[in-house]
């Protein structure tokens, strides 16, 4: 039936169905009045949405008052409590703000590094109180316009330091929070650092606590590397680090789009959503999207459904993908056993290579197979077409 469980763990962040719809050339015009964030926080509870994450300024106006900010928590509690959402994921905002206009973490000014390490600490206190687990860390302004300006060295020296500090900053405070590093490739900086979810991956090994840093892929800052997201979400888990994951939709090579999920790129979608329920991925399926600026609330609410009911539409297919008989003989024809292989599979002896070296390989009769590819690849589109 499509219909969005808890257990399918979907959330959304409170900047996403809190998205005024203004753009770049529409700063000033949103076509959606502002919605408190418990007023959100109800709305999501309405679609069925599990959690709901937040950047501390999304909950916490940057210049609240001490007394906005309890009066603004208390009403976000009661929304939580009424809904049953909970927080699964926090993060901060260190791309919005004029101060940021050179970077956060990796900014030529010391004091701007300082503030921005100070901002993130504060935020990992408030997204504690709401029990997160996990604390994203999107770079968005972390990198140039122009290479005059910075040695890229020095970026990654100063990127590596803050997070050093502010893992050492979660053990001091004992919040157990897992930290997931997201990358994109440019927009708004003109490219920014650690453009790729395997650029981070190799970052990450440079760190004090690789433990404790994972990352957050986007299917949509993939596709704007030209990159194939599934890709690099399954390099992402083969080295244990799918802490948390960014669902939207956008197409090759454009602007940041953030689309609903599923949008335009169905194969891709399909792909992903098969890749993660194969190997069992528990976390959050967040969704970091934007409903279309054509949109007023009720489009909004059309927009998050369509999130979930096209990701468990994924999932129905596929389970039917893994069912099918055809599809399977298929899969089982062109993935064929070892046989005779297998005495050279596996780890290196001196004997194997030596026997391997020595072994004579038919090349124009292995070539000459044909894989069969086409014929699979077409009953998959007729299975999601729904013709199957
Ligand atoms: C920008 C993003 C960000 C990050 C967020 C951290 C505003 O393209 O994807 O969304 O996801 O800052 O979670
Ligand atoms: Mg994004
Ligand atoms: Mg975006
Ligand atoms: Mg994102």
């Given at each position: 039936?499509y219909q969005?469980?808890p257990?399918?763990?979907f959330?959304?962040?409170?900047?996403?169905?809190?998205?005024?719809?203004?753009d770049q050339?529409?700063?000033?015009?949103?076509?959606?009045?502002?919605k408190t964030?418990?007023e959100?926080?109800?709305?999501?509870?309405e679609?069925?949405?599990?959690?709901?994450?937040?950047?501390?300024?999304?909950?916490i106006?940057?210049?609240?008052?001490?007394?906005?900010?309890?009066?603004?928590?208390?009403?976000?509690r009661?929304?939580?409590?009424?809904t049953?959402?909970?927080?699964?994921?926090?993060?901060t905002?260190?791309?919005?703000?004029?101060?940021?206009?050179?970077?956060a973490?990796?900014?030529?000014d010391?004091?701007?590094?300082?503030?921005?390490?100070?901002?993130?600490?504060?935020?990992?206190d408030?997204?504690a109180?709401?029990?997160?687990?996990i604390?994203?860390?999107?770079?968005?302004?972390?990198g140039?316009?122009?290479?005059a300006?910075?040695?890229p060295?020095?970026?990654?020296?100063?990127f590596?330091?803050?997070?050093?500090f502010?893992c050492?900053?979660n053990?001091?405070?004992g919040?157990?929070?897992k930290?997931?590093?997201?990358?994109?490739?440019n927009e708004p900086?003109?490219?920014?650092?650690l453009?790729?979810?395997g650029?981070?991956?190799a970052f990450?090994?440079?760190?004090?606590?690789?433990?404790m840093?994972?990352?957050?892929?986007e299917?949509?800052?993939?596709?704007?590397?030209?990159?194939n997201?599934?890709h690099?979400v399954?390099q992402?888990?083969?080295?244990?680090?799918?802490?948390?994951i960014?669902l939207?939709d956008?197409?090759?090579?454009?602007?940041?789009?953030?689309?609903?999920?599923?949008q335009?790129?169905?194969?891709?979608?399909?792909?992903?959503?098969?890749?993660?329920?194969?190997v069992?991925?528990t976390?959050?399926?967040?969704?970091?999207a934007h409903?279309?600026?054509?949109?007023?609330?009720?489009g909004?609410k059309?927009?998050?459904?369509?999130?979930?009911?096209?990701?468990?539409i994924?999932?129905e297919?596929a389970?039917?993908?893994?069912?099918?008989?055809?599809?399977q003989a298929?899969?089982?024809?062109?993935?064929?056993a070892?046989?005779e292989?297998?005495k050279f599979?596996?780890?290196?002896t001196?004997e194997?290579?030596?026997?391997?070296?020595?072994?004579?390989?038919?090349?124009?009769?292995?070539?000459?197979?044909?894989?069969?590819?086409e014929?699979l690849?077409?009953?998959?589109?007729?299975?999601m077409?729904?013709?199957?």
């Amino acid at each position: 039936d499509y219909q969005p469980k808890p257990e399918h763990k979907f959330t959304f962040g409170l900047w996403t169905v809190g998205s005024s719809g203004a753009d770049q050339f529409a700063t000033t015009f949103p076509v959606r009045g502002p919605k408190t964030p418990a007023e959100l926080v109800r709305l999501l509870g309405e679609v069925g949405a599990y959690g709901v994450n937040f950047h501390d300024n999304d909950l916490i106006p940057l210049d609240a008052t001490p007394a906005e900010a309890e009066q603004i928590k208390k009403d976000f509690r009661a929304a939580l409590k009424e809904t049953g959402l909970v927080v699964p994921m926090a993060t901060t905002n260190l791309f919005s703000a004029q101060i940021f206009k050179d970077g956060a973490f990796t900014s030529n000014d010391p004091k701007v590094r300082a503030y921005s390490i100070q901002k993130a600490m504060r935020g990992m206190d408030l997204g504690a109180e709401f029990g997160a687990k996990i604390y994203v860390f999107w770079g968005g302004r972390e990198g140039t316009e122009t290479d005059a300006t910075k040695n890229p060295l020095d970026g990654l020296k100063r990127f590596r330091e803050a997070l050093n500090f502010l893992c050492e900053y979660n053990n001091s405070q004992g919040y157990g929070y897992k930290f997931a590093l997201e990358a994109k490739p440019n927009e708004p900086r003109g490219d920014i650092y650690l453009p790729t979810t395997g650029s981070m991956l190799a970052f990450i090994e440079t760190l004090d606590h690789p433990e404790m840093v994972g990352v957050n892929p986007e299917f949509a800052h993939e596709h704007m590397a030209g990159l194939n997201f599934m890709h690099a979400v399954a390099q992402a888990w083969d080295a244990g680090k799918l802490f948390h994951i960014d669902l939207n939709d956008q197409n090759y090579a454009r602007f940041d789009q953030d689309w609903r999920f599923g949008q335009q790129n169905w194969k891709q979608a399909f792909f992903l959503v098969k890749f993660l329920e194969d190997v069992g991925y528990t976390g959050s399926r967040h969704f970091d999207a934007h409903a279309f600026r054509t949109e007023d609330y009720e489009g909004v609410k059309d927009f998050a459904r369509g999130c979930m009911r096209t990701y468990l539409i994924f999932k129905e297919k596929a389970r039917q993908f893994n069912e099918d008989k055809e599809i399977q003989a298929l899969l089982a024809e062109i993935t064929p056993a070892s046989g005779e292989m297998e005495k050279f599979e596996g780890k290196f002896t001196a004997e194997k290579a030596a026997a391997l070296k020595a072994f004579s390989f038919d090349r124009n009769a292995i070539a000459a197979r044909g894989l069969k590819y086409e014929k699979l690849d077409q009953l998959l589109t007729d299975l999601m077409m729904g013709i199957r």
